[in-house]
């Protein structure tokens, strides 16, 4: 057919898709239904298997980003399996067994917690295709247990090596659901906030006053503004990326400082400006069909419904500045902060310090 087929796991979500020619929609959907229902989970093929994670767990240890979130996540979320990372420790890697698998499967993919999208389709053929194919799955038995909103912790978690050459460093308080009121303002805080690397320059006609401070004082070589939702928590925060170690004391005092600013003054020409950034990153983030696919399975399992892109546009346009501020102050004047650092960090404000920064006295 020479298509696509590839697989992948998120924090709340696994996906298996297929991309194909249109004429060969009706074989990949039927290819897809036989992985989620009918693998054999060959014992020869899990144990090659786990080689193959155990390299991708090496991998992801290079990925400094990708560390620091992983830890971000571990300490924001204690106690709580959203604090997991996705491939877990190499000692369940090693003794998964193929029962384990089969468990999992029959608690977890079960018709209500599964969503099928796709690009250039028929539609009606395509649900009639997934009713004779997916039709007989058992709905799930009823969940005993309690699935509690993971609690957010304040802590920090500083992995000091000296001879890194750049400090990595995430800043984060808990942020919005993707069903809170707060999320739509505090996408467009983020965006208030923005992302800059040095290597790009102009920072001087930047709308992110928070990029035109890190430049001007040689703060940090880039950082990136996140708001990562999940289902009934989230976290708001910047990552930085900066090989100046001695003012990463300043480099701290300049984000809380912005981060106040955003909760009491931000502005409607702000808010303008970044309303207009937000929702060409969605458009563009858009681009292709595995985008889409992915953008449409996510929202039918969140809102049970598909979001067109004139909806999202009227909910982006719809936020105010007076609610973008509202929700900055809800989400950070004086809440609880987590803090990863990695690489040469000695430089970095004691954590008792960073935490009073949080508090309206103090700004």
């Known amino acids: 057919m020479g298509g696509h087929l590839n697989a992948y796991t998120s924090r709340e979500q696994t996906v298996y898709y297929a991309k194909s020619l249109a004429s060969d929609v009706s074989t990949s959907v039927e290819i897809l239904s036989d992985i989620l229902q009918g693998s054999t989970l060959d014992p020869a093929a899990i144990e090659r298997e786990r080689g193959v994670i155990n390299r991708e767990a090496e991998e992801v240890d290079k990925n400094k980003e990708e560390v620091v979130f992983d830890h971000l996540h571990g300490?924001?979320?204690?106690?709580?399996?959203?604090?997991?990372?996705?491939?877990?420790?190499?000692?369940?890697?090693?003794?998964?067994?193929?029962?384990?698998?089969?468990?999992?499967?029959?608690?977890?993919?079960?018709?209500?917690?599964?969503?099928?999208?796709?690009?250039?389709?028929?539609?009606?053929?395509?649900?009639?295709?997934a009713e004779k194919l997916f039709g007989g799955l058992k709905p799930g038995a009823p969940r005993t247990e309690i699935i509690k909103k993971p609690t957010f912790v304040g802590s920090d978690l500083r992995a000091r090596f000296d001879s890194h050459p750049t400090a990595h460093l995430a800043f984060a308080v808990e942020g919005a659901s993707w069903t809170s009121p707060n999320y739509w303002p505090l996408l467009v805080a983020q965006a208030v906030i923005g992302s800059w690397d040095r290597a790009l320059g102009a920072a001087s006609h930047s709308s992110s006053k928070f990029a035109q401070q890190v430049s001007k004082y040689n703060l940090a070589n880039s950082f990136m503004s996140f708001n990562t939702s999940y289902s009934d928590t989230g976290l708001f925060g910047t990552y930085i990326v900066s090989e100046n170690f001695k003012q990463l004391d300043d480099l701290s005092h300049a984000l809380q400082q912005e981060w106040h600013r955003v909760c009491l003054s931000v502005t409607e020409a702000e808010v303008f400006r970044a309303k207009n950034q937000l929702k060409t990153s969605l458009l563009l983030s858009l681009d292709g069909t595995t985008p889409i696919c992915e953008d449409i399975g996510r929202q039918m399992l969140v809102y049970g419904k598909r979001l067109t892109p004139w909806e999202v546009d009227g909910l982006i346009e719809s936020v105010t500045a007076e609610q973008v501020r509202a929700a900055a102050q809800e989400a950070i004047y004086d809440k609880e902060l987590a803090v990863v650092g990695y690489g040469p960090v000695d430089a970095l404000q004691d954590y008792n310090r960073l935490r009073a920064a949080m508090s309206p006295i103090y700004a």
């Not at 029962?99 to 099928?116: F, G, H, V």
Request: overall charge neutral; charged content about 20%; glycine content about 8%.
């Open 75 to 129: 300490i924001a979320f204690q106690r709580s399996s959203l604090g997991y990372t996705i491939l877990g420790p190499k000692a369940n890697i090693d003794t998964i067994t193929r029962q384990d698998l089969l468990d999992y499967i029959s608690k977890n993919y079960t018709p209500e917690r599964m969503a099928t999208a796709a690009g250039g389709v028929d539609h009606d053929q395509l649900v009639k295709q």
